[in-house]
């Protein structure tokens, strides 16, 4: 809408110029001294436009061959709300005509110069453009009346001239120094060719090319155009027909910018992107200026490669896109930054306000299907989405990813318009590779298996860290058929799997996991575990307390259960600190009665087999039938009968299992503290 607003701008002023070119002329074949005119003259172009105009220096008229006339200090005045008295002001003037065409009534200007021209375009508060004039169709003195073909221009300088762009609702200006600038056509009806050379603060631009005549720009048509453009790290081509400024006539227009640094493109108000460049667009444009098509549509910056449709529809309240997009890959971190936050000390959830002025910017309906999406250390494979944006609210429904071998589906909605903005998130996945997500992301290579994902929240604040402390929902994950290795008991317990030793037989170094299942319900930022087991043939581990997402401190007691006698060695420990620093301790009480003890508990706790229902764990669930009382491991259940059988060894080696028992705490202790 800038672009069309300016040429519309810059096309009323030549007419102005060349009406003024016209009466002079005119003047002159019939008059000695046209200076004498030039109150008439400058009354009658002052009817033509509603704009008063004045010409300060001499008028002189060389006649001859090709006569010649100049005038100097001409002065055209800005619309009465404008933020100058002038619109226009040009120091010199002057242009040749030839003398056989003009007695017969015809004006052909075969050079005109414009000299020190200083031009202002601007809008009011509403829009309004200063390039708005009166009844340009009256006639006086001859001032440009007639056919086109009464009126030829077969070239056109603009030497030392200065173009400047107000907006009038936002006072941002910009300022255009045009050093020189030509325009020839050969014909009336003949293409134009152009050769600018111009300045703005951040450089030189050259413009080259040809466009119809201006016979045809005058009048409105559709018009066909071939220019390269070419500024500091800017490159931009088009080739192909625009049609008229009125809207009426539609483009049909190839066209391709290379950027290779974005900075100008954000000081123009074009495009403000958080990336830097290079950037390539290529485009089959069509439409009219108001609603335009991209097809054949290419887009590449930052790491992101997108192809496909789009319509731009600017002509309501916000710009509105709708489409169907692909992208090869796109990396976010080139988009928000390493990190995306300032200093958070011991924080984990960012506390900076997350932008959403945008999302009132601009309207949205996109189909993206992205093939690899980088984000926070992770790849996402074959992601699909429905993205609609209307009103600042944001809406991801559905959405789907790959993670290895894995699939998550889910929904997600921000309302940016809300106080505080609120957000919705929903995930589920069938068979989620636990293991391969946690080795891609460089956690652990400990832990392998599939698991069942639901998570449900919805949280508002004006931040992750807000967000995060108002939270309600649920989030639980069931997993069979894995395995786990003795240190990977680290990502839970900070460096104390010696205290809980009992789910690994002695020197084993990893167990079979027959069952890993866990829930939160999540109320006002607080997540209540409502069931944690971890379950291997060798004994189970549950679990029990909180985590505060607002203020990132951990409460929680894990339990072991053994399930041979040479196990019963491992001891309840007690989780706290905070998220980003997490401690671990074992609970002193229980310590005590389990050095005077060689036998534990032998079963899983009946009340948490309650707790496995809430994840929608039936009877003959695995989780289930491997701890259940009598269990004997058929359906996939894990055999105790080895407590038993264990029985009578226990008895009989008592006083090396007591002592062995008060190494091991000791050894425990020690690990704890680094010692």
């Known amino acids: 809408m800038r672009l069309k607003k300016v040429l519309v701008g810059l096309a009323a002023l030549v007419m102005v110029v060349v009406g003024a070119a016209v009466a002079l002329a005119v003047v002159a074949v019939f008059v000695i001294d046209p200076d004498d005119y030039r109150d008439e003259i400058a009354q009658e172009l002052e009817s033509a436009t509603g704009r008063k105009v004045t010409f300060g220096g001499p008028i002189a008229f060389s006649l001859s061959l090709i006569p010649t006339l100049a005038v100097s200090d001409v002065t055209f005045a800005n619309a009465s709300w404008g933020s100058r008295p002038e619109m226009a002001s040009i120091k010199r003037l002057s242009f040749q005509v030839a003398l056989v065409p003009l007695l017969h009534g015809v004006l052909h200007v075969q ?35 007639g056919s086109d073909s009464e009126v030829r221009i077969d070239s056109l300088d603009v030497v030392d001239s200065v173009v400047t762009w ?53 009048a409105g048509r559709e018009s066909t155009i071939d220019l390269v453009v070419t500024a500091p790290e800017v490159n931009l081509t088009g080739k192909g027909t625009v049609g008229a400024l009125s809207g009426e006539t539609p483009f049909d227009l190839a066209i391709a910018l290379d950027v290779s640094a974005l900075d100008m493109l954000g000081e123009l108000g074009l495009l403000d992107l958080p990336v830097d460049g290079p ?42 896109f709708s489409g169907d997009l692909s992208a090869d890959s796109i990396d976010l971190a080139k988009w928000i930054g390493e990190g995306g936050t300032s200093d958070q000390g011991d924080r984990l959830f960012p506390d900076d306000t997350i932008p959403l002025a945008w999302m009132g910017a601009v309207d949205a309906d996109l189909k993206l299907k992205v093939g690899r999406l980088d984000a926070a250390g992770l790849v996402f494979k074959d992601v699909s989405s429905t993205v609609s944006l209307a009103s600042s609210r944001l809406k991801l429904s559905p959405f789907s990813l790959g993670v290895e071998n894995s699939t998550v589906d889910g929904d997600y909605t921000l309302d940016g318009a809300a106080s505080p903005p609120a957000s919705t998130l929903k995930l589920t996945s069938k068979g989620f590779d636990m293991g391969a ?20 929240v919805s949280g508002s604040g004006a931040s992750m860290a807000a967000t995060m402390a108002a939270l309600d929902g649920k989030v639980s994950m069931v997993m069979t058929d894995g395995s786990v290795q003795e240190q990977g008991l680290d990502l839970f317990l900070g460096g104390v799997r010696a205290l809980v030793g009992g789910l690994f037989e002695k020197n084993s170094g990893s167990a079979k996991l027959s069952c890993l299942a866990a829930a939160w319900d999540v109320k006002d930022g607080l ?52 998220l ?28 948490a087999l309650l707790g496995l229902s809430d994840l929608g764990i039936g009877a003959d669930h695995p989780c289930v039938l491997a701890n259940a009382p009598g269990g004997d491991g058929s359906g996939g259940g894990i055999s105790t009968g080895s407590v038993v059988d264990g029985a009578g060894a226990a008895v009989e080696g008592a006083a090396d299992a007591v002592g062995d028992a008060i190494d091991d705490v000791g050894k425990g202790l020690g690990d704890l503290f680094g010692d």
């Open 111 to 145: 050079s005109m110069t414009i000299e020190g021209a200083d031009v202002l375009l601007e809008t009011d508060g509403q829009g309004k453009g200063n390039w708005a004039l009166g009844d340009t169709t009256s006639s006086g003195s001859g001032s440009g009346s």
């Open 166 to 218: 107000r907006d009038g609702a936002s006072g941002q200006e910009r300022k255009v120094e045009i050093s020189k600038a030509s325009f020839e056509a050969d014909a009336p009806d003949a293409p134009m060719a152009i050769d600018a050379a111009i300045a703005t603060k951040e450089g030189a631009v050259t413009i080259k090319g040809t466009v119809d005549s201006l016979a045809s720009l005058r």
């Open 279 to 320: 950037l390539s667009f290529a485009a089959h444009l069509t439409g009219v200026p108001a609603k335009l098509q991209f097809d054949d549509l290419k887009f590449a910056v930052a790491g992101t490669n997108l192809s496909g449709t789009l319509t731009a529809d600017i002509g309501g309240e916000r710009p509105a």
């Open 437 to 456: 997500l946690l080795k891609q992301s460089d956690v652990t290579e400990a832990l392998t298996g599939t698991a069942d994902i639901d998570i449900d």
């Open 527 to 578: 997540a209540t575990q409502s069931v944690l087991l971890i379950d291997t043939q060798y004994s189970t581990l549950t679990g029990k307390g909180t985590i505060d997402l607002g203020k990132e401190t951990i409460d929680e007691t894990l339990t072991p259960n053994a399930k041979g006698v040479s196990l019963d060695l491992a001891v309840p420990v007690n989780i706290g600190g905070t």
């Open 580 to 607: 980003m620093d997490p401690t671990a301790t074992p609970d002193e009480g229980a310590l005590a009665l389990k050095v005077g003890s060689l036998i534990g508990s032998v079963f899983f706790p009946p009340a």
